[in-house]
């Protein structure tokens, strides 16, 4: 009976002994698992944050892109904006003004129309004179004057209103039109030509 007791408290023992070892090492495991799951999730929390990131970013292209497109496909015209800014900023009338633009272009003479009235609204008085053909330009309108004092005015004029104008070097409608020399020589006339639209890259 004694070995039998005895044999009782020593196997008690060891497997009290065991437990209190699987108990450490099962809090052990645990506290691990559980710094290594905080780990994870800090590490999966920041990679979430540089998706989100990264994918406003990536929409804020692919907005700026649909911008872009939506100013290729609408045609160009004298928005209320400048329309406002030319009529508090013109100070000196030209004598008249001849807005010269392709006969063949619909979004060009579309354009040129829209200054035209812009300009008459102004109470400037505005002729138009077709060119046969297509005309190249470096930008969307080109001023010139035989006054280089008010071709120079009104390239200021028309880049605070936010155009996208440029100086005419030359009178390049005289060959197309014949007369175009006359319309501007010596009586402080001023004459826009109406390019056609230019590629988007040009026009950032």
């Given at each position: 009976?004694?070995?039998?007791?005895?044999?009782?408290?020593?196997?008690?023992?060891?497997?009290?002994?065991?437990?209190?070892?699987?108990?450490?090492?099962?809090?052990?495991?645990?506290?691990?698992?559980?710094?290594?799951?905080?780990?994870?999730?800090?590490?999966?929390?920041?990679?979430?944050?540089?998706?989100?990131?990264?994918?406003?970013?990536?929409?804020?292209?692919?907005?700026?892109?649909?911008?872009?497109?939506?100013?290729?496909?609408?045609?160009?015209?004298?928005s209320?904006?400048?329309?406002?800014?030319?009529?508090?900023?013109?100070?000196?009338?030209?004598?008249?003004?001849?807005?010269?633009?392709?006969?063949?272009?619909?979004?060009?003479?579309?354009?040129?129309?829209?200054i035209?009235?812009?300009?008459?609204?102004?109470?400037?008085?505005?002729?138009?004179?077709?060119?046969?053909?297509?005309q190249?330009t470096s930008?969307?309108?080109?001023?010139?004057?035989?006054?280089?004092?008010?071709s120079?005015?009104?390239?200021?004029?028309?880049?605070?209103?936010?155009?996208?104008?440029?100086?005419?070097?030359?009178?390049?409608?005289?060959?197309?039109?014949?007369?175009?020399?006359a319309?501007?020589?010596?009586?402080?006339?001023?004459?826009?030509?109406?390019?056609?639209?230019?590629?988007?890259?040009?026009?950032?």
């Amino acid at each position: 009976m004694e070995n039998i007791m005895a044999w009782s408290v020593k196997s008690a023992s060891l497997i009290y002994t065991i437990s209190q070892v699987c108990t450490f090492v099962a809090a052990t495991v645990t506290a691990v698992c559980v710094l290594s799951m905080w780990k994870a999730s800090d590490i999966l929390g920041k990679d979430s944050d540089l998706r989100i990131e990264e994918a406003k970013a990536q929409a804020a292209q692919a907005n700026e892109r649909a911008e872009k497109i939506k100013k290729t496909i609408k045609w160009r015209e004298v928005s209320q904006e400048q329309y406002e800014k030319l009529k508090y900023t013109i100070m000196k009338k030209p004598s008249f003004v001849i807005i010269l633009t392709s006969s063949d272009d619909p979004e060009s003479i579309y354009y040129a129309k829209s200054i035209e009235n812009a300009l008459i609204e102004l109470g400037i008085e505005v002729g138009r004179f077709y060119f046969i053909g297509s005309q190249e330009t470096s930008s969307d309108i080109e001023v010139y004057s035989d006054d280089a004092t008010l071709s120079a005015y009104y390239k200021s004029i028309f880049e605070g209103a936010n155009f996208n104008v440029a100086f005419s070097e030359r009178t390049p409608w005289a060959e197309k039109v014949g007369r175009g020399a006359a319309f501007t020589s010596g009586v402080g006339g001023l004459a826009i030509v109406v390019g056609p639209r230019l590629p988007p890259g040009f026009q950032d």
